[in-house]
């Protein structure tokens, strides 16, 4: 994969419960850590998301530091008190080379 190609949209659910919502993300990347060798035996350069960032109606709501530890295509799972219909999550991450990607989710 390359830093350049856009990825997939991160995967984004929600489940409003009550007055909160279950919050469920995948984001879509190779996450290498920059340990692996390839078949020819030269090191893997590192590759991973490092900055991640969720917002509500354009409000912080988390915000996190990532490594080289964290696994291909990382899932993130949080609850989010006083959500409601019609309220904008969206989510930016950044990689270690620079590439970012954002996606939002309308909660229903």
Do not use: C
């Amino acid at each position: 994969m390359d830093a350049k190609r856009p990825t997939e949209p991160t995967r984004i659910r929600a489940q409003i419960q009550g007055d909160s919502a279950l919050v469920r993300m995948r984001m879509a990347h190779e996450m290498e850590s920059g340990q692996r060798k390839n078949a020819a035996g030269k090191q893997v350069p590192a590759w991973h998301i490092d900055q991640v960032a969720v917002q509500l109606n354009g409000k912080p709501l988390l915000t996190a530091d990532w490594g080289p530890g964290v696994s291909r295509n990382p899932y993130l799972q949080f609850t989010l008190k006083k959500a409601k219909a019609g309220d904008k999550l969206s989510v930016v991450w950044r990689d270690n080379k620079g590439a970012m990607r954002t996606d939002d989710l309308l909660l229903v």
